[in-house]
């Protein structure tokens, strides 16, 4: 069974840090895209980055490029992303999903694409 577990939201200051946790279990994720996503209130779910379990490729979105940063651990099977510098608009609930990786895009993803999905941490940016 499939698990994806985020931690580490919370209440942080415009211009602070934040760094998201989301540990995966119940299969082999070598061959999968990792990807962390937001949705605000009455705002559609939107994508924020993505890398790949395989060879590290990462691709963020472009409003998050240079304070947002994907990275993984093999060994705790763990993919985060770093917050730097968030913004009051970026408040939202942040959610962790996966896909297989046949397909690397490079590009901004859509939740479509996405097989698992964890419940979501919220991340509340206060200005």
């Known amino acids: 069974q499939v698990q994806l577990v985020e931690s580490g939201g919370g209440l942080v200051q415009a211009g602070g840090s934040l760094r998201l946790s989301c540990v995966a279990s119940?299969?082999?994720?070598?061959?999968?895209?990792m990807g962390w996503f937001r949705q605000a209130p009455g705002k559609e779910r939107e994508f924020v980055a993505a890398?790949?379990?395989?060879?590290?490729?990462?691709y963020s979105t472009e409003p998050v490029k240079g304070r947002f940063t994907i990275f993984r651990s093999n060994a705790r099977n763990t993919v985060y992303m770093q917050m730097n510098s968030p913004k009051p608009g970026e408040t939202a609930v942040y959610y962790c999903a996966a896909r297989h990786g046949s397909n690397w895009y490079g590009a901004d993803e859509s939740s479509y694409e996405y097989d698992y999905w964890g419940q979501g941490t919220q991340v509340t940016v206060s200005s």
């Open positions: 890398i790949s379990w395989s060879d590290g490729r990462t």
């Open positions: 119940g299969r082999s994720f070598a061959s999968y895209v």
